[in-house]
């Protein structure tokens, strides 16, 4: 699987933005989806995590950090190979570049960080001016 983060730009403080991670190759199919991001100078943190389905009408799993809480939704596309990042009233500082990652969904690492998961995007720039 090879993974495609988009949806990247300059926004003002408050407004929105949507991320979207679309997969190559083989499917999602029984892989757990993350977004972090790494601003310049620090650690790549967690910033939300969504389960995968046998039965994509459930309801995944959701997860965020706290951060971004309240502020940010994922979803998932299965038609589509897709993963989304809503992002809602940003502030300047959740400029940072964004990845996707995927984990199976066996694994027994945490969710809430970077070595469990064993695919990455190439990383979008989210810019906030404030």
């Known amino acids: 699987v090879q993974l495609q983060a988009s949806g990247g730009g300059l926004v003002q403080a408050g407004g929105s933005l949507r991320l979207s991670c679309a997969g190559s190759?083989?499917?999602?199919?029984?892989?757990?989806m993350g977004w972090f991001r790494q601003a310049p100078g620090k650690e790549r943190v967690f910033v939300s995590y969504?389960?995968?389905?046998?039965?994509?009408?459930?309801?995944?799993?959701?997860f965020y950090g706290d951060s971004v809480k309240g502020r940010f939704t994922v979803s998932r596309d299965y038609a589509k190979n897709t993963v989304r990042l809503q992002m809602n009233n940003l502030k300047p500082e959740d400029t940072a570049v964004y990845y996707c990652?995927?984990?199976?969904?066996?694994?027994?690492?945490?969710?809430?960080?970077?070595?469990?998961?064993?695919?990455w995007g190439q990383g979008t720039q989210v810019t906030v001016s404030s």
């Open positions: 190759g083989p499917t999602f199919n029984g892989y757990d």
């Open positions: 990652a995927i984990r199976d969904r066996s694994s027994d690492g945490s969710r809430y960080s970077p070595s469990s998961y064993e695919v």
């Open positions: 969504i389960s995968w389905s046998s039965v994509p009408s459930s309801i995944s799993s959701t």
